[in-house]
């Protein structure tokens, strides 16, 4: 599959105004970008540290995947994303290899980006998503 770099570490939190003062007064990072994305019930925040993101996220709904995940396991690491370039042949590559796929297509994610995620069970239990920028 060959990750062109590490686009994003995704954070679930369950407050992220209290989460973006820690990231802003306690690190020293600047949030650039909060974004709803509707249909993953999700709200984010964005911070860059050097040349990666962190990602966090709040639950919107209680039953969207962040609410469960905050209900099962609570605040935390919830993913790794990697950038990758045509991320449709990644996607057939890894089925034909036999990870198990979360999604067999790609959706949008937040900032615009086509991500697809990949089962922990075939990961080695790191929830793996993929993504490209076809924006660039």
Same mark, same amino acid.
């Given at each position: 599959?060959?990750? @062109?770099?590490?686009?994003?570490?995704?954070?679930?939190?369950?407050?992220?105004?209290? !989460?973006?003062?820690?990231?802003?007064?306690?690190?020293?990072? %600047?949030?650039?970008?909060? /974004?709803?994305? %509707?249909?993953?019930?999700?709200?984010? !925040? &964005? &911070?860059?540290?050097?040349? @990666?993101?962190? #990602?966090?996220?709040?639950?919107? =709904?209680? #039953?969207?995947?962040?609410?469960?995940?905050?209900?099962?396991?609570?605040?935390?690491?919830?993913?790794?994303? &990697? !950038?990758?370039? =045509?991320? #449709?042949? %990644?996607?057939? *590559?890894?089925? /034909?290899? *036999?990870? $198990?796929?979360? =999604?067999? @297509?790609?959706?949008? *994610? +937040? /900032?615009?980006?086509?991500? +697809?995620?990949?089962?922990? %069970?075939? @990961?080695?239990?790191?929830?793996?998503?993929?993504?490209?920028?076809? $924006?660039?």
């Amino acid at each position: 599959m060959k990750p @062109t770099h590490i686009e994003h570490i995704g954070i679930a939190v369950t407050n992220l105004d209290e !989460a973006i003062k820690y990231y802003e007064g306690i690190l020293g990072l %600047k949030c650039y970008a909060v /974004e709803e994305v %509707k249909d993953q019930k999700v709200k984010t !925040a &964005f &911070f860059m540290v050097g040349q @990666t993101k962190i #990602e966090l996220l709040e639950s919107t =709904d209680p #039953e969207g995947p962040i609410g469960k995940f905050l209900e099962k396991r609570g605040e935390g690491i919830h993913h790794i994303a &990697f !950038a990758v370039n =045509d991320i #449709e042949s %990644k996607l057939a *590559g890894l089925q /034909e290899k *036999g990870i $198990k796929l979360i =999604d067999t @297509t790609p959706r949008k *994610g +937040a /900032e615009g980006l086509d991500i +697809a995620f990949l089962h922990p %069970k075939s @990961t080695f239990g790191v929830l793996t998503e993929i993504c490209e920028n076809k $924006k660039k």
